[in-house]
Nanobody, 128 residues
Framework: QVQLVESGGGLVQTGGSLRLSCAAS????????MAWFRQAAGKEREFVAA????????HYAYSVKARFTISRDNAKNTVYLQMNSLKPEDTAVYHC?????????????????????WGKGALVTVSS
């Protein structure tokens, strides 16, 4: 069983930056592929970014590429999402998620949304 707890959300102006953290409990954190998703009010959940267990490979949604960076510290059981050049359309609840699927399967799992574990989310609000 893995528990995920997000932190670092808040209110920021357009063009500002925030860093989200997701602390994971449990063992073998490095064996999990990790991802961030977000859900804006009245909209469906969407994929934001993913990172392999080793941290060597990352994937991003087109809408955040070059602005957001996902990283992880396996010694601290934590995954991060650095968000720069924030826009009002980035306003959403951000959830981290974990899957025990292999690195080769991560994109299929993301498309299906069938991650194994989910955090409760952190609200990010970007004011115009």
């Amino acid at each position: 069983q893995v528990q995920l707890v997000e932190s670092g959300g808040g209110l920021v102006q357009t063009g500002g930056s925030l860093r989200l953290s997701c602390a994971a409990s449990g063992r073998s954190f490095s064996t999990y592929q990790m991802a961030w998703f977000r859900q804006a009010a009245g909209k469906e959940r969407e994929f934001v970014a993913a990172i392999s267990g080793s941290g060597d490979n990352t994937h991003y949604a087109y809408s955040v590429k070059a602005r957001f960076t996902i990283s992880r510290d396996n010694a601290k059981n934590t995954v991060y999402l650095q968000m720069n050049s924030l826009k009002p359309e980035d306003t959403a609840v951000y959830h981290c998620a974990a899957t025990s699927a292999s690195e080769a399967e991560i994109l299929l799992v993301i498309q299906s949304g069938a991650m194994d574990y989910w955090g409760k989310g952190a609200l990010v609000t970007v004011s115009s």
